[in-house]
């Protein structure tokens, strides 16, 4: 089985910094103008998910060339008021969320007179709100037509229908106070019926605080991110801080000077590599390794996948002759410091089909075809 590949969409209201951001991200030069509708078709950036864990494994166990894994970002089109009733560019908009897998919602954290905010003024509860808002009104269109049918359907005691009538009964209030799918509590069960419904706050979100390179060192002293994390919070979403401008200097320099940077700016790491890291497990997925040889490589897959079906995303033939995996947990290995000790120390597990893969995980697969 080829691998999914999973996006996760950026969103914001014009002229927070989103198109700044995905240009960090991907270097590629989104178009960039100071004016609303500037991305028009969403771009697509591939990013390498930092990993230091692949630097540890090269140094025990050395290869020819070492291979990151990656992922994509999606830069949507930034929303305006009235895009679920077709406002500026929004059933595009719409559309496009609809396609990606986990949303990175910008947020303008910073203050700066040149840099016009669509609504005047700098308040970031409102921006989230203007979106979240377009998001719940398309998701309850989408329920309130699901409803009359799977209400008639289940009065003719439809055991399938009913179960969805009952989440469809759930989600219908939350919405229509402007809520997300999200901040509901579904049990197993129920969670496959909302996967089915494919509405749009049921998606995972990341919110970034797009800071100024002032608050870099500690960005929990500025009022705008206190705010912003205290609304996360009640979403069931996660809050990272950034100075998209700040990043998007950072990704021209070399690595001398990036680490010159980073330095003088107080922190240990570019704030990238935080929320690559964040959008990857946003989107459920994990890493698992395979190392020594022509070369060490990071491969993704999604969580809760079994060993034949991630030795499928190496090669097809692997998922179809597999016989076994041949597993160390990275933990182990770097602990250990070589894969004779991991041995001596029985810590090379023989995983068979039903093996559940770990992130970290150190894998050889044996198969036959």
């Known amino acids: 089985m080829e691998f999914m590949s999973l996006t996760a969409g950026i969103v914001g209201l014009p002229n927070v910094g989103k198109s700044t951001l995905f240009n960090a991200i991907t270097k590629a030069g989104a178009e960039m103008a100071n004016y609303p509708f500037a991305t028009i078709d969403p771009n697509v950036g591939m990013v ?19 291979v990151p894994t990656t992922f994509e970002f999606t830069d949507i089109a930034g929303i305006v008021k009235g895009a679920s009733k077709g406002e500026g560019l929004g059933n595009k908009f719409l559309a496009n969320i609809r396609e990606v897998d986990a949303i990175v919602h910008v947020v303008r954290a910073f203050d700066d ?84 419904l494919f509405l749009l706050t049921a998606k995972p979100v990341l919110y970034v605080a797009n800071i100024a390179e002032d608050d870099m060192a500690d960005p929990e002293q500025s009022p705008y991110v206190q705010q912003i994390e205290a609304y996360a919070k009640k979403d069931n979403a996660e809050v990272i801080a950034i100075s998209a401008k700040t990043e998007e200097e950072i990704a021209e320099l070399d690595d001398d000077e990036k680490a010159e940077f980073l330095e003088a700016e107080g922190v240990s790491e570019p704030g990238l590599d935080r929320l690559i890291r964040a959008s990857y497990h946003l989107l ?86």
């Open 48 to 66: 390498e998910v930092p990993d230091k864990r692949l630097d540890r494994i090269q140094e025990i166990i050395p290869a020819k060339k070492v």
């Open 113 to 196: 007179d040149e840099i016009t905010s669509v609504t005047g003024k700098v308040d970031p509860i409102d921006d989230i709100e203007t979106i979240n808002m377009e998001l719940s009104i398309a998701d309850l269109d989408s329920v309130n037509k699901r409803y009359t049918k799977v209400e008639k359907q289940a009065k003719s005691k439809d055991k399938d229908a009913i179960a969805e009538f009952n989440v469809l009964k759930k989600i219908k209030p939350v919405l229509e106070d402007g809520g997300s799918v999200r901040s509901i509590k579904f049990d197993k069960d129920e969670q496959k019926i909302v996967h089915n």
């Open 284 to 369: 459920g997925l994990a890493t698992f390794f395979t190392a020594g040889g022509k070369e060490t490589r990071a491969w993704t897959f999604k969580q809760g996948m079994k060993a034949p079906q991630v030795a499928g995303i190496i090669h097809s033939d692997f998922e179809r002759g597999f016989i076994r995996a041949e597993t160390v947990s990275f933990t182990d290995l770097d602990q250990l410091g070589s894969m004779q000790a991991v041995k001596e120390a029985g810590k090379l597990r023989l995983e068979g089909k039903d093996y559940e893969v770990q992130d970290g995980d150190i894998i050889e697969f044996r198969f036959n075809v």
